[in-house]
């Protein structure tokens, strides 16, 4: 099928949403069947930046959550099979259900494929297992979500004729670096100075001299790919040891020779970038130049929302980003909500970024990722950064709150209430990583759950869940989200997870664990 033609069976099957989105939202005891597809499919080459990538197919496992609809049955699909106990773990979570109820509702697939390459397009190499999960769906009551939206996964829906809830991969380019400072610039949103997209590094040099030149006090810049992720494709190029050659000190092209020669000095996010790696990747993804947003105390704030089956714009969430890296522009993990002095100003500029999407056929899931610098007396100032068209790091806590509580934004104070009117409040990471935790078995991650009852308590509400439960073993790397009943009390409750953690790591208890008087069975 020729694209064009594949995009337009594409979109005529989504018009089916319509009718069935919501059952993914409430629990209205409508019957669906959900297929989730956690490919990773972008780039994978920068995704191999990520450590223990081959796991992330586990963060959209807040969507088994979804069963406590006792009329609602899952599929999900892997790369490699996902380990019992943590199936359990995700199913034990579900309160009033029981769990043989919500089990019997869940059917699992795996490619049995760790190769680098996309989950859809594992499947769609396996005719015989896409008619197996064809056969397994009731195609009038069905839909499927995903990580993000591609080609692949447009071939997919096609393939087993059931509508898939996302952006049309030909509308991705919204989710890129230059495709986010276009739409900011026609939100008529403020965003920092910057370039289109360019595809050498030449072309590169020459957008850095402009944009200095534009901005002659400018002191650093970052460089990014246009399809980079989780900060892991940023670099910054500092100017001030390039004064010499600064606006009104040298010519045009000297500037440009010179910029062109600092690229392969500039401070990379990624810990095992190269100038030569990311140069070949520009002809291959280009690249964009942006200022550096400067600032004695700054904060990287997010907000969350989607576009409905029927256009509809509603703002989700509001999150005060957590960055690492050299330069802090690696995202680590999140708080919610943001602070107050900004958190309804995020979602007045998050509205009207989603009003654009949606003008342009976006479908569900986007984010908006801003920096915010601090101007005294309780004002900020707000740039908006960059979209992310897809699930992102702050999708699955957020989620994770909402399907466990089943209560309800409220865009006035931009704070979440539980059913039970209680403000909620969480801090969550994907990025809890350290040597100390490699080789704990996700069986072992339950028993020190359970001993120290770390759970989440759907009684109090209140506690931590956990995520990427796979990555433990090898890369000794966990995610988690602990929500509390204040700002504080989630950061208690998180970091009692990671004392409880170092404790049962240490050298001490690791030897303890090899002595437990388990009751093996006789014979």
């Given at each position: 099928m ?16 319509r009718d069935?989105?919501k059952?993914?939202e ?20 920068e995704?191999?930046?990520v450590?223990?990538?081959e ?10 959550i ?8 899952l ?20 309160p009033?259900i029981?769990?043989s ?7 699992l697939f795996?490619t ?27 195609l ?5 979500v995903?990580y ?11 393939q087993l ?14 989710g890129t670096?230059s495709?986010?400072?276009q ?23 020459e ?17 990014k ?10 670099a ?7 004064q010499?050659?600064?606006?009104g ?18 401070r ?10 990311f ?46 890296g050299?330069d802090g522009?690696i ?41 915010a ?35 309800r934004?409220?865009?006035s ?8 009117g209680?403000p909620?409040?969480?801090i ?22 359970a ?26 790397k966990l995610?988690?989200?602990?929500i ?23 050298d ?15 014979g």
């Amino acid at each position: 099928m020729a694209a064009f033609d594949q995009i337009e069976a594409f979109r005529n099957l989504q018009l089916k949403l319509r009718d069935r989105w919501k059952t993914s939202e409430f629990f209205d005891n409508s019957e669906a069947d959900i297929l989730i597809i956690p490919s990773l499919s972008i780039d994978q080459r920068e995704i191999r930046k990520v450590e223990g990538f081959e796991h992330y197919e586990e963060r959209l496992l807040f969507s088994l959550i979804r069963l406590r609809n006792p009329r609602t049955r899952l599929i999900y699909v892997t790369s490699i099979p996902l380990h019992p106990s943590i199936i359990d773990y995700y199913l034990q979570l579900l309160p009033g259900i029981p769990f043989s109820h919500a089990r019997n509702r869940l059917l699992l697939f795996s490619t049995y494929d760790s190769a680098l390459k996309p989950l859809s397009q594992k499947i769609l190499e396996r005719p015989r297992l896409l008619a197996r999960i064809r056969q397994a769906l009731r195609l009038d009551k069905a839909f499927m979500v995903c990580y993000n939206s591609t080609f692949w996964e447009a071939e997919l829906s096609l393939q087993l004729d059931i509508p898939l809830y996302a952006a049309a991969p030909d509308l991705q380019i919204w989710g890129t670096k230059s495709g986010s400072r276009q739409i900011f610039s026609e939100s008529n949103v403020p965003h920092p100075d910057g370039s289109d997209r360019m595809w050498d590094a030449l072309d590169l040099a020459e957008a850095a001299a402009n944009l200095w030149e534009r901005q002659p006090s400018l002191q650093r810049m970052v460089v990014k790919l246009n399809e980079g992720i989780s900060g892991e494709g940023n670099a910054l190029l500092d100017l001030r040891p390039l004064q010499d050659i600064a606006p009104g000190q040298a010519s045009h092209s000297q500037r440009v020779t010179a910029i062109s020669d600092r690229f392969s000095t500039m401070r990379f996010q990624a810990s095992q970038e190269t100038w030569a790696n990311f140069a070949s990747r520009i002809p291959e993804l280009g690249a964009i130049v942006e200022a550096y947003v400067e600032g004695d105390i700054k904060r990287s704030p997010s907000v969350q929302g989607r576009i409905t089956p029927v256009g509809e714009v509603e703002i989700l969430s509001t999150h005060d980003q957590i960055l690492g890296g050299p330069d802090g522009q690696i995202y680590l993990g999140c708080k919610f909500p943001a602070d107050a002095s900004y958190r309804v100003e995020l979602q007045q500029l998050g509205l009207k970024v989603g009003k654009k999407l949606a003008e342009k056929g976006a479908l569900e899931r986007f984010g908006v990722d801003f920096v915010a610098v601090d101007q005294g007396n309780n004002q900020w100032d707000i740039q908006t950064i960059e979209i992310n068209l897809r699930k992102g790091g702050t999708t699955h806590p957020f989620m994770t709150l909402k399907l466990l509580t089943n209560g309800r934004y409220d865009l006035s104070t931009g704070l979440f209430y539980s059913q039970q009117g209680r403000p909620k409040y969480y801090i969550a990471t994907d990025n809890l990583q350290k040597d100390r935790y490699r080789g704990l078995l996700p069986n072992d991650l339950m028993d020190i759950i359970a001993h120290h009852r770390l759970h989440f308590d759907s009684g109090t509400e209140t506690g931590t869940v956990f995520h990427l439960m796979g990555c433990l073993s090898q890369f000794g790397k966990l995610g988690l989200t602990s929500i509390g009943d204040s700002p504080q009390h989630a950061e208690d409750i998180y970091h009692k997870v990671v004392k409880v953690l170092d404790e049962e790591t240490s050298d001490k208890n690791q030897n303890n664990w090899l002595f437990c008087d388990y009751p093996f069975p006789n014979g």
